[in-house]
């Protein structure tokens, strides 16, 4: 089965890491339109997002928009603490200075840390149950266990990445909502 969900999850990153700038624009514009919905629907007062990595969807805008339209509101970014740990939750604006953590992904270099109400968590491989496929490292799945009290999840991903079945395990957490280019997408709460 592991051998099975890598080869969903190395299809799905390679087909995005693919993507042209012509074909990824419209995409990633809808994308954030549906997020900037779902987030007024939502009203959160703290929310995480994740930086963009291997070509995932660029959320900063929508976050700098929605962190401008309310006063009181904070955004923040997971930080990997080690292996096998649930992650924390760096506040992030916009002047935060970057720094890169062991895997290259930009992280605030300083800032309070938090604890979201809504986490917009990245998409490579999905499906319509709300399970997802990360990279592997199963460090939403430890940080969401951790959580008390446990945040909305919002999947955000585009839909060449949608597939029949990711294969869940016991672990996994499935995502609340679903949100591609092609809309919002309510999961069930059984799942």
């Given at each position: 089965m592991?051998?099975e969900?890598?080869?969903?999850?190395?299809?799905?990153?390679?087909a995005?890491?693919a993507?042209s700038?012509?074909?990824r624009?419209?995409?990633?514009a809808a994308?954030?339109?549906?997020?900037?919905t779902?987030l007024?629907?939502?009203?959160p007062?703290?929310?995480?997002?994740?930086?963009?990595?291997?070509?995932e969807?660029?959320?900063?805008?929508?976050?700098?928009r929605?962190?401008?339209?309310?006063?009181?509101?904070?955004a923040c970014?997971?930080?990997?603490?080690?292996p096998?740990?649930?992650m924390?939750?760096?506040?992030?604006t916009p002047?935060?200075?970057?720094?890169p953590?062991r895997?290259g992904?930009l992280?605030?270099?300083?800032?309070?840390l938090?604890?979201?109400?809504?986490?917009?968590?990245?998409?490579?491989?999905f499906d319509?149950?709300g399970y997802?496929?990360?990279?592997g490292?199963?460090y939403?799945?430890?940080?969401?266990?951790a959580?008390?009290p446990?945040?909305c999840?919002?999947?955000?991903g585009?839909?060449?990445?949608r597939?029949?079945t990711?294969?869940?395990?016991?672990?996994?957490?499935?995502?609340r909502w679903?949100?591609t280019?092609r809309?919002?997408?309510?999961v069930a709460?059984s799942a």
């Open positions: 592991e051998i969900r890598k080869r969903l999850r190395d299809a799905a990153i390679r995005r890491e993507l700038t012509a074909a624009e419209p995409h990633e994308l954030q339109g549906h997020v900037a779902l007024a629907q939502l009203a007062a703290t929310l995480a997002f994740c930086w963009p990595y291997r070509g969807p660029d959320l900063r805008p929508v976050v700098q929605w962190l401008a339209a309310g006063h009181g509101r904070a970014l997971p930080e990997v603490i080690a096998g740990q649930p924390r939750f760096r506040q992030w002047e935060s200075r970057m720094v953590d895997h992904i992280l605030p270099a300083e800032g309070p938090l604890t979201p109400e809504v986490l917009l968590i990245p998409l490579n491989a319509a149950d997802r496929l990360g990279y490292g199963g939403f799945d430890r940080t969401l266990a959580l008390s446990p945040p999840t919002v999947g955000v585009f839909e060449l990445g597939v029949a990711t294969h869940p395990q016991p672990h996994d957490h499935p995502m679903l949100v280019e809309g919002i997408h309510p709460p």
